[in-house]
């Protein structure tokens, strides 16, 4: 039944599905997804992680401290936190309240330093800002999660300090293990796979999870045994108590081994685990029943529902008049009313819709809620600073470009220790003024569909064997130089960003001898320039191509043998690989590669020529007096005007 629109309050809708009959289909079954009634997904939060990674650092335990970036408090560690300190505090008020304080500032790029650091004398006009500890720390702390839980389908890196698991798969598993008559279905059953599972045991909650109560305004820590009694156990019950132990091994092996502690929300989705991980912090889990969904979700203000905050969530309080979840439940809307929500709030009023619905429906059949598995490094990389001391003359922007190389330096290599055939396609540098909000934007907007105010260059980043940061500050430099040109009077840069994109793995017997492919025929050995063909032909390919190629897997006849020449059929002549290659390995399958990247390119070179034949321009037959007009070219603006318009703007 789709409810209909009312504007303020009206009756609202009950939870209909807390207690879903569950049969042998649904636990012999394994693709169910988001609607598997035994599904149990949990969010594990680490507590205070900025702060506790100082701590670990330093070999702080208990001692009141905060970490700062610049003149803003970013994070408070549990001890600072009793003497009322928030983030929201400037730095006199939290020494004022606190004066054994400790205050640590981020670590922090300088020019000349390859390693971001904890310097003494720090200045936002020439340091950048590095989060890349706190980074490694919490692919640690990931790591330990898909190590000690192997069989949980997905980790999703929710934020730096927080990871959605679902548990769903290992938890069928320990069911089926734990309770074996579950996986046959009995021959007696009356439905057969349809069957409703048997009773379940009471479930044994153990000491280490908290329960919200089912019981509304009841504590948690005074659940009585009577209402755990009388409420009646289900086999979701006993697949969350399942969970609950799993994720508590792994949350004390994290502390143990990292020194981080973490605090879990254990649920039926995604939605509710969020919102319950922070129930009883620091150091704790807690489990949501299905059955203490009410009494949790109705009183809760709507605006901490994720996205559901900031203007949006005043827009839509204001539309509804609501302010709780409870209240959102008499404020039905149907799909006329999304239809009038995308009018005012854009393309994301079918979001909104389904927000709604999903607080009011079934609380199990929001799309967004399914797990999605992340690429196991990420395609781009970007280092950005925001300039108080705005770049004024061309002169200084090496300055910030080496700091910027020093921090994607530090990134890449740190990406590659794991996957050492990663490398970026091409280097990008922005240059701008304005908000670093707009300009960010910008970045985006350049990046997805090429239109920002942000100027910017890029170019392939070259392949070498080190990434350092000498290597990426020459490229980045020598986009400066194009971006800015000769302009020698004043501009204005006040943020600027450089980046890679394109991050993907290579083959890797191209890190081996790609350097000397690169700069040297593979037919004759003999150096030549970027991009010349055969016979001095320019033939013109395409970066894709060229990538193509590169990568393209072994053929049967040559793969694993150590054959070093090949025969054109076109041409009818026979190609060897050049002694300097020969003597770089002697291994067959990195041999068998350049030889199959020397076909490539000789094939290349034929299609090159057939392409200027079909190209080539129809002229009179011999005896003709009229020439052949050449054809016109564009006649190209400077923009060197644009440039210095752009750069001078205020």
Known sequence: MIPTHRKGKGK???????????????????????????????????DAFYAACEMVRLGVTDKPLIVLQWEGI???????????????????DAKERCPELMIVHVATYKEGEAEPGYWDKIDSRTHKVSLDYYRRESAKVLAMFKERLPDAEIAEKASIDEAFIDFTKPV????????????????????????????????????????????????????????????PSTWHDVALQLAAEMMHKVRVDIATKLGYTTSAGIARNKFLAKLCASYRKPYSQTILR??????????????????LGGKLGEALAKEYDV????????????YSAAEELQTKFGESALWVYEILRYAEISLNDFQPDSLREKSPFNKSMLAAKAL?????KAADGPHWIRVLAAELALRLNDARRERPNLWPKTLVLHAGHGKIVVFLLSLVLSLLVGYGTARSKQAPFP?????????????????????VGNVTGHIKVTNISLGFTGIETTDASQQSIAGFLAGTSTVTGVKRRSGEGENGSSPKRSHRDTQRARSRPLSP??????????????CHKTFSLSPKILSLTSDARERSQALDAMKDEHSDFHFAQSVAREVEPVVKRVGSSKKVEPAKTEKKESTLKGIEKFFNRT
């Open 12 to 46: 609202a809708q009950d939870f209909d599905d807390l207690d879903p009959v569950i049969t042998y289909r649904h636990i012999l079954q394994n693709n169910l997804g988001t609607r598997d009634p035994l599904r149990v997904v949990a969010l594990c939060d680490s």
């Open 290 to 307: 299905n059955q203490a969904i009410p009494s949790y979700l109705k009183p809760l203000e709507f605006q901490k529902i994720r996205f």
């Open 557 to 570: 006849t040559s793969a694993g043998q150590n054959v070093t020449s090949f025969a054109c059929s076109e």
């Open 463 to 483: 392949f070498a064997q080190e990434v350092t940061v000498d290597v990426i500050a020459a490229a980045g430099n020598k986009l400066w130089k194009e971006l």
């Open 388 to 392: 108080h001391k705005p770049i004024t």
């Open 74 to 92: 970013i994070a408070v560690n549990y001890p600072a936190r009793k003497f009322g300190i928030t983030r929201f505090h400037k730095l006199k």
């Open 323 to 334: 302010s709780t979840v409870a209240d959102l439940l008499y404020a039905s809307i149907d």
């Open 172 to 231: 069928r598993q320990a069911l089926l293990h734990k309770y074996p008559f579950l996986s046959q279905i009995p021959p007696d059953a009356p439905d057969g796979a349809d069957t409703p599972l048997p009773p379940p045991p009471l479930s044994n909650w153990g000491t280490n999870s908290h329960l919200v109560p089912i019981i509304p305004n009841a504590d948690s820590e005074t659940t009585s045994e009577e209402e755990l009694q009388s409420t």
